[in-house]
């Protein structure tokens, strides 16, 4: 009968979770089983090591969910059987014309990088596409640079080399001839963090110089560098739940015909790297950044004002003059944006999350959330956990 299973489904994922983009798939395909049916879960990752799957019908998998492994298409295709592809439709149309699609869109991710390097007040901009020239890539970049030609503002693109040693000269040069100071958009974080190299290298600051923003939001990269890397975040989560939806629907037979899904961005996650482009003072960078690495600490303002080197009376001047508020409000931000992160994204209890946001005691921690977000840590947890 159409629409019920006869066993629990074998399902084959083709994820490379050594990215930020393929973790949170998978953590959106694994919420969308544990709520809705059970599978049984093959997991390939391209890791060194790792046992191969030779065949997928000798392994009676009834479904594939596959993300950017050209190397699997083929052994998809001869299996012939139920798949939702995760981006690049480019790499698998034309071999796997049943499949169906859940992708990125890409052109809004353009849009959204021009507008936010726009309101931080640049004038000059560029897109650093990425040297493979995929699709995704392409459709950012023109996206990018029509809005940008829609306010009014040029923008040049650079087209990388394949070898990396060879391109990182090149675009040295390139960086060097641009405007000062022009905002990047770089086509994924990888290439932000080469961007940010090769700044370093042709001695070019971020962001007075050079502003970076780049595409994923890979907090193992992002948050890594000096100064950190802005990045566009798209709904990663959301698409691996829509392809586990999409695929479930297509092995009940409730949907036929082949389906394409778009899913959008989540946040812009704003940090050193596309500073405002008033804020060249190199004071206050330092300041803001030794605020960042140890805001879990009990710092206090003359620790900041000693690291900018400059007096206490200097560095609440230049805080107030280009932030309009004090430091102190900046390490309570600060804190409270860790707060919210560690609330959402762990199930660790609220007197430890405390402790480790640099609150003295969680009566303190507590009081203070309240008064600037306006509800307690554990309705704020409770609403926003739901959604997720």
């Known amino acids: 009968m159409q629409g019920l299973l006869q066993k629990k489904p074998r399902v084959a994922l083709f994820l490379a979770t050594n990215e930020e983009a393929g973790r949170s798939k998978l953590h959106g395909i694994l919420r969308y089983v544990r709520s809705h ?7 390939v990752e391209n890791r060194i090591g790792e046992q191969k799957l030779g065949d997928l019908t000798t392994w009676g998998a009834t479904g594939v969910i596959v993300a950017r492994m050209p190397d699997s298409v083929g052994m998809i295709a001869r299996a012939g059987i139920p798949t939702v592809v995760l981006d690049s439709p480019q790499l698998y149309e034309r071999r796997l014309p049943h499949a169906s699609f859940v992708t990125s869109d890409s052109e809004a991710v353009g849009r959204a990088g021009a507008d936010f390097l726009l309101r931080q007040g640049f004038q000059h901009f560029a897109y650093v596409a990425d040297p493979g020239n995929w699709d995704w890539s392409v459709q950012r970049g023109q996206a990018f640079c ?6 009014g503002r040029p923008c040049v693109v650079y087209n990388g080399l394949r070898d990396w040693a060879r391109d990182q000269e090149r675009m040295a040069d390139w960086l060097r001839s641009l405007p000062k100071p022009t905002a990047v958009l770089a086509a994924r974080d990888g290439r932000a963090l080469q961007l940010l190299e090769t700044c370093q290298l042709a001695g070019l600051n971020v962001p007075s110089d050079i ?27 959301s698409a691996g739940y829509q392809a586990a939806h999409l695929l479930e629907q297509i092995m009940r037979r409730k949907q036929r015909k082949p389906q394409t899904v778009l899913y959008g961005i989540k946040q812009i996650v704003a940090r050193g790297s596309t500073r405002p482009a008033w804020a060249t003072d190199h004071r206050l960078l330092r300041g803001l950044e030794f605020i960042r690495l140890n805001a879990s600490e009990p710092i206090r303002v003359d620790d900041i004002a000693r690291h900018m080197n400059v007096s206490r009376r200097l560095a609440e001047l230049l805080f107030r003059r280009h932030l ?15 707060l919210k992160k560690l609330l959402l994204e762990t199930s660790l209890p609220i007197g430890l999350i405390s402790d480790q946001c640099g609150y003295q005691t969680e009566m303190h921690a507590k009081r203070m959330f309240k ?5 307690t840590m554990s309705q704020f947890r409770k609403r926003y956990q739901s959604g997720r």
């Open 37 to 43: 049916t059970p599978w049984n879960i093959h997991l």
């Open 146 to 151: 029509e809005r940008l030609r829609q306010a």
């Open 211 to 237: 502003a970076i923003l780049g595409v994923d939001n890979d907090e193992l990269l992002c948050e890594n560098t000096s100064p950190t890397l802005s990045s566009i975040q798209p709904d990663f989560e």
């Open 324 to 338: 309009n508020h004090s430091i102190q409000k900046e390490i309570q931000q600060t804190r409270l944006t860790r």
């Open 371 to 375: 008064k600037h977000i306006g509800m």
